[in-house]
């Protein structure tokens, strides 16, 4: 045969998606045919057979002006369906001559194929139905108070007053799943870094009325501070040496000198840098040795039951001793126990946060302790 293709059928017309032949500009890569001509819709009505050996001895392909233009003078096809029977198109092939030696074998040796065909279009319709599912899910999210902020306090572990706070994010809707879930959702569509903004833009609308000595720390990966984008999110006129941004442990980093100059303007301005999950695995050396954070904050898996393994205390204690020694300050997440923080503040770790001291609350907490203050 000299000419094979895969037509995906639409409302009004086909696309061909993959096409082999041997003389070219016959027909092509993504060429749209309206459904009413040529051949493929006539055979999945049963106006035309699958099988035409010779189109000059069938009176309904000579009515068919592709059959003189192109020419076709012999002719196979095949619906391709998937696996819940839809017809997704056909699978099609022709020679510019008579050929009357096609037969039955011809067409289950296409017919094969074409099954083939439907459980790979299944397979890959079900990957885009998913990515089209998450993509509106993350959409809500954006819209209404769907992604809801909530402020994490950190305190100072001499002096026990409030420092600031890190602002998470909660999803108020279907499907419940973890904020960080939703975050790697939102980056394997294409819609990570919108998401990254909106929840930025939201946290950031409370800076103005907490206390000025306080500090809020965002998460942020290195791809939205490569971008670009954050002087703009974060704006001129506000005072960053109020803003702390945090960049986990998880993020990976292909260009540690393309970060490091993103971030400097930023930091020029008084944004102080954080590497979250400190101590969670090599990530977050890295992070530490080529960035020099100003904030060095050790992941929950040290800071739990220090008091009571030798092994979590050392290296508590290294990194703090690390941390002090290039100027960070340390901040231990998760202290759920009083044992815990005793024993933290003798490791001379700076700054805390927890159960131990308050659950995540919302703004309109956040707010009410500043203006206790």
Avoid at 221 to 234: D, T, V, W, Y
Wanted: charged fraction near 20%; proline fraction near 5%.
């Amino acid at each position: 045969m000299d000419v094979a293709f895969v037509a995906r059928f639409r409302e009004e017309d086909r696309v061909l998606e993959h096409v082999d032949e041997s003389t070219a500009g016959v027909i092509f890569q993504h060429q749209k045919i309206p459904l009413s001509e040529g051949y493929c819709q006539k055979v999945v009505n049963g106006e035309l057979p699958e099988l035409i050996p010779d189109t000059s001895l069938l009176a309904a392909a000579q009515e068919i002006p592709e059959t003189h233009t192109i020419p076709i003078g012999s002719h196979l096809s095949v619906p391709i369906r998937l696996d819940d029977n839809q017809l997704f198109g056909t699978l099609c092939c022709f020679s510019h001559q008579p050929n009357p030696a096609l037969n039955a074998h011809d067409m289950s040796l296409l017919r094969a194929f074409s099954d083939l065909l439907g459980l790979h279009f299944s397979a890959t319709s079900a990957v885009r139905h998913a990515r089209d599912k998450v993509t509106h899910e993350i959409r809500l999210a954006m819209q209404g108070n769907a992604l809801r902020p909530v402020f994490q306090p950190v305190y100072t572990i001499a002096t026990g007053k409030l420092h600031g706070f890190e602002c998470l994010s909660r999803f108020d809707l279907e499907p419940r799943r973890p904020p960080d879930q939703w975050f790697k959702a939102a980056h394997e569509v294409g819609l990570g870094l919108e998401l990254e903004r909106h929840a930025i833009d939201t946290a950031l609308g409370a800076l103005g009325s907490l206390p000025t000595d306080w500090l809020l720390a965002v998460n942020c990966s290195p791809q939205l501070i490569q971008s670009g984008q954050l002087p703009r999110l974060l704006g001129s006129d506000r005072d960053l040496s109020r803003v702390t941004l945090e960049i986990t442990e998880h993020a990976a980093v292909d260009d540690y000198r393309a970060l490091a100059d993103a971030l400097a303007p930023l930091r020029r301005r008084g944004a102080t840098l954080a590497v979250d999950d400190a101590g969670a695995g090599y990530s977050s050396m890295r992070h530490i040795l080529h960035l020099q954070p100003d904030m060095i904050k050790l992941d929950m898996s040290i800071t739990h039951d220090v008091d009571t393994d030798r092994s979590r205390r050392a290296l508590a204690k290294g990194l703090t001793s690390f941390a002090h020694e290039i100027g960070s300050v340390v901040v231990a997440e998760g202290v759920e126990t009083a044992e815990e923080f005793n024993t933290l503040a003798s490791l001379g770790v700076d700054l805390a946060q927890g159960y131990f001291f308050a659950k995540p609350i919302g703004p309109q907490e956040a707010l009410a302790m500043g203006a206790a203050i």
